[in-house]
């Protein structure tokens, strides 16, 4: 770059202001070039990190809801055994005729 900028600035002269004023556009397209294919990798690291923590809080997420399964499901265990134990004392009270 510093070759070809260096040949440039010597023709200035020569062209006239028509053509330097092409050449510092062409430079300054060129600029703009570099500096948005580096936003665009910017972003596409941004992405990749953004797609990373979505997948992880996916994951901590769907370990939760097991969690809560599990959880639920030794609830429904517990009241269906406190439940049974109810339904025996009641009959065993029952059975000795409303005397416990």
């Known amino acids: 770059m510093d070759a070809f900028l260096t040949a440039v600035l010597q023709t200035v002269p020569q062209m006239g202001l028509g053509g330097g004023a092409i050449v510092l556009i062409v430079l300054l397209l060129r600029r703009e070039a570099g500096t948005e294919s580096r936003h665009q990798a910017e972003l596409d690291r941004i992405s990749k990190a953004h ?50």
């Open 51 to 100: 797609d990373a923590e979505l997948a992880e809080l996916r994951a901590d997420i769907a370990q939760l809801r097991k969690q809560v399964d599990d959880v639920n499901t030794a609830l429904d265990l517990e009241r269906e055994a406190r439940r049974a134990a109810e339904d025996k004392l009641a009959a065993a009270v029952r059975r000795q005729g409303g005397r416990a």
